[in-house]
């Protein structure tokens, strides 16, 4: 599917732009407010991750920020928590109607059928940690980054599924640590340093390291590829005999394709590939194997 | 709820003291013996944290032992298991009847809602890291201590939750290596550095800095805050989307309380902020959402 | 059960060894071609593993290769796939009817009840990691291993159950950036380095400690106490009260055997111990307690 012409988005908390070679870059546009996580922000990064999933030309995410800003992401828009905003769920909204915009947002990331890339360069607190940078694949980062997990502190709890995702990534001890103390910590830490994958000395080196790697990426990974083996990383069945059986299905599925063939020609002539199936003509009935389950009804039974 | 009067508590193989500021201390009491696990220990460890979780007046749990002993736990009391204790299980017990002590005493420590710290000043051995680590949210400790993993080496297996725990908190890799090996390491090995927050040269800086940690934890989060985090840690749902409603009704719901409030306003104002909320007062039939089995019963079919 | 004898196996591409003390060395002998995994090898190596599981005499399980192999493995024989053997799947084979054979390898591997150690002595791809190292218990590496997860470059999918395992040994975090940008790494990247338990300079040094630490385990441990503690690793339960019934059952079961009273004995006079049980022996209905899946039927609703 070839989207939205993602240039006249009607969008005022982040800018966004297609490179020609599929690296969609998006980038926070709100300095003057230390890029803080609005709900409108929110809804803007949820449209732009949705329809960067849909469209066949888009190939890597980028997010990022202007690395002149005070902050990559300095949390939630604490102005507007006090006004009553959705961030920590509306007055009038019954216990189980609220959706945090946070998990919205990380959802749309985590569950991205592209590569998506974290180009963190600048401070980053809260909502700039949960949501812009750990439901992400890829995660580079200026050095000089303060980071820190306020929730605990401000007696409310972490979100936008850092609760899930952060122990996974990096391990529980080391999750637990981090929200539950609340403490400030560094890029290189020991207790955090695996959820980065590079770090750099400046900050506006990160940009451009991430742009050189989605380039890589863009031209040399096939689209269908990248989506199965997200999604057997992030849905991989309950054991390894479930997992077995959903790779299995997966490498037959895509072992037919234009995209397979190119792969090992490719490698047998010792050349780059050439990958042009797109998700679009390659969809199958099959894939997503799991049944999401349904967030947005709010008479869910959780 | 007011709890029991710790100091009046009938205890011999530990030591308890509730500190004005909301933090209990515990202290091995088996120095004579290498604060060796024992029955007993294990019974009065397990009623010890269950008070601490149901009293309002505790913030912080820290477990700990005499510097000068000659082990922070040399792990199970060998004289007992040959005379028959419980530690393995009864004679008289069926195979599945049998509820290792270990276990119990974890399950207490991990499902405590406050939050928990082991400060480990001397070496430790088998259930000295399996119950009285592990299961906590955080450990400091002794960079001279000597952990040793025996279980393989004694023909039994591990326990006390440690082989659902170990993976989780520092990955699997090192998680078998550890227990299939049962090879002695010390806290800086890269096997088993994650599982540890800090470590200090000397012996009897571990419990001051843990208390210096909970002093500041005590004063500077919500208790309601804390449960809901460590309940949204450790039960954090099957999928993102699942977490993502477990976070919004958690964070809705506290999102309503006066902690929550005092939270912003401490923030806006640059202030600490002083918590007063308790978990009696939020008492909510949501929480715990998940529905705990019930172990007790030795008619389990598992 | 003694099994089959090892030396008459009409076997081409590994060859075996049973030494006296119950360690099995599994030997990739396809130097010529880079010790590539071919659809014979695949065979070979199942039915070896499941022998070796099989047989009480087996204590350990150790694979590697010529030290003086061009590779210890180059991965997934590309020849044979560009001819259509079984590696991506037959095209004859329906969509669900595939069964990837480097997945029957891992999972011969990791549900094996021996302790398994994979002794990489030169350089690896694909297969030769998903397959050959990462469902192993324990891997020892050569220090200048060229290791490289080629899957998404060649527009397939990563394979042998590692989009399962990977993120449970390493952390998700790695496991992402590996398997999602097929990065080539050596074994002390911060990316990959917990895979490895002991790293060694020179080609030569793998196998013989890897045998040392085999001789070690073979005469230091429990058949029944190994091949439990691999199960509650392998399958803890959903919970920490799942995990404490099936540890409490596994312990009561082993509490009561000949392991059980020499480890204590042992123990207690100081001595080595001298484990005798055997799994055949102390076959007991409850073990194993979970219910494999069975992936064999081409039926499989997966």
């Known amino acids: 599917m070839t989207g939205a012409d993602f240039s006249t988005l009607n969008l005022t908390d982040v800018t966004v732009k297609l490179e020609e070679d599929g ?6 546009n709100r300095s003057r407010k230390l890029n803080m996580f609005s709900e409108r922000m929110s809804s803007e990064l949820l449209r732009v991750f949705q329809l960067g999933d849909q469209d066949d030309r888009v190939r890597v995410i980028i997010l990022t920020a202007d690395p002149a800003a005070p902050a990559f ?10 006004n009553g905003s959705a961030l920590l769920g509306r007055k009038e909204d019954k216990e189980h109607e609220h959706r945090d915009p946070g998990g919205q947002v990380a959802m749309a990331i985590y569950n991205n059928r592209k590569i ?4 963190i360069n600048g401070h980053a607190s809260g909502t700039g940690i949960t949501a812009l940078q750990i439901p992400f694949d890829i995660r580079f980062i200026w050095a000089g980054a303060k980071l820190a997990f306020p929730f605990i502190r401000l007696g409310i709890v ?4 850092s609760t899930y995702l952060l122990s996974r990534l990096i391990g529980e001890s080391n999750a ?3 929200l539950l103390t609340g403490d400030g910590v560094k890029p290189d830490s020991p207790i955090i340093s695996t959820l980065y994958h590079k770090t750099f000395p400046n900050r506006t080196d990160v940009l451009p390291a991430a742009i050189a790697l989605a ?8 689209q269908v590829s990248m989506a199965y083996t997200k999604g057997l990383l992030h849905r991989p069945g309950a054991s390894v005999e479930e997992n077995h059986l959903l790779e299995s299905r997966a490498m037959k599925l895509i072992g037919t394709s234009k995209d397979t063939v190119e792969g090992a020609q490719s490698f047998m002539q010792r050349r780059p590939p050439k990958f042009r199936d797109t998700l679009s003509e390659h969809a199958s009935s099959w894939f997503p194997w799991w049944s999401p389950l349904d967030v947005k009804h709010p008479k869910s039974k959780l």
């Open 23 to 28: 690296i969609l870059i998006v980038t926070l």
């Open 73 to 82: 992401c300095a949390g939630a828009d604490m102005d507007e928590i006090v």
């Open 116 to 119: 998506t890339i974290s180009a």
């Open 158 to 161: 972490p979100e936008s599924t």
């Open 176 to 178: 637990s640590y981090v």
């Open 215 to 222: 380039k890589n990426l863009a031209s040399g990974t096939g």
